[in-house]
């Protein structure tokens, strides 16, 4: 068939629809002329009489009424085709790079990610795990992960995680021969597994705030880390105090492991936030991703 007859087929199919050349013109984008004529042509190449035109009505006569049934059901799978091979093109593709902190990708990305991937399998996500604060304009990273504090203010920041806290933990064998501090004064009698920060390379330095008091307490000990989880270990067998993320020590503590202290010296603080540059233009995977991880609660 040739390729003016599908538009021509589609014609008949509007005008018998709309009972009407004018309505049908107007679905199509057509003049009702051309539209007649086009008719015209059709019937002639067919040798068959498809519509009976009255000056009040437009009706399919038998043949194009048989037509029509044929048109309609073909045109609907044809309409469903279109549907279906239109699903790859909006389909969620691609490789989405994102820099976050070791806390963050374990506590934050990974639980989204574990959800939402098994269902779009066409999507990659690239996680680099730093605990730097990157420039990911300059690194080429679709995104990064860090605290709401932490985010230049020419970013946008989307909220990803709920608020935060920190928390000064021992094991109950560490307080067997020492008191518990009441304040962050109390700390210099103690000691203390510290974190050595990746930025300038010193020890972070205890964040306390009661009131109007902010201290910061620079502690030393037998142990520098640079991650958490050595932390963690160091603090279970007792050989001091840390400061650790509040998630990270809640099962330990609810199970005796850990003891908590200066709780009160400790408020919550903005948590992960999802950022990127402005002027970035979304794909759809990215838009998903950043949907799957906002923050709810």
Sequence with gaps: ML???????????AVARERSFTRAAAQLGVSPSALSQALRGLEAR????????????????????RLLRGLGQAFD?????????GEFREKPSGTIRITA????????????????????????VEIDVTNTLTDIVAGRYDAGVRLGEQVAKDMVAVRIGPEMRMAVVGAPSYFETRSRPKSPQDLTEHRYINL???????????EFEKGKREPNV???GPLVFNVTPL????????FGLACLFEDVVQAHLAEGRL???????????????????????????????????????
């Design 196 to 206: 050595r920060l990746p930025t300038l390379g010193g020890l972070y330095a205890w």
């Design 231 to 238: 932390m963690l270990k160091a603090a279970l067998a007792g």
């Design 259 to 297: 003891v908590r202290v200066l709780a009160d010296w400790c408020p919550p603080f903005p948590g992960y936030h999802l950022y990127y540059p402005s002027h970035r233009q979304p794909t759809a995977a990215f838009t998903l991703l950043v949907d799957a991880l906002r923050f709810r609660g």
């Design 3 to 13: 390729r003016t007859d599908l538009n021509d087929l589609l014609a008949v199919l």
């Design 46 to 65: 067919l040798g068959l009489r498809l519509l009976t035109r009255t000056t009040r009505s437009v009706a399919p006569t038998e043949a194009g009424e």
């Design 77 to 85: 799978h044809i309409d469903a085709a279109l549907a279906a091979i």
């Design 101 to 124: 902190g070791e806390h963050a990708a374990e506590a934050v990305l990974w639980p989204a990610l574990e959800k939402l991937l098994p269902d779009y399998p066409d999507i990659t």
């Design 218 to 220: 620079r502690v030393e």
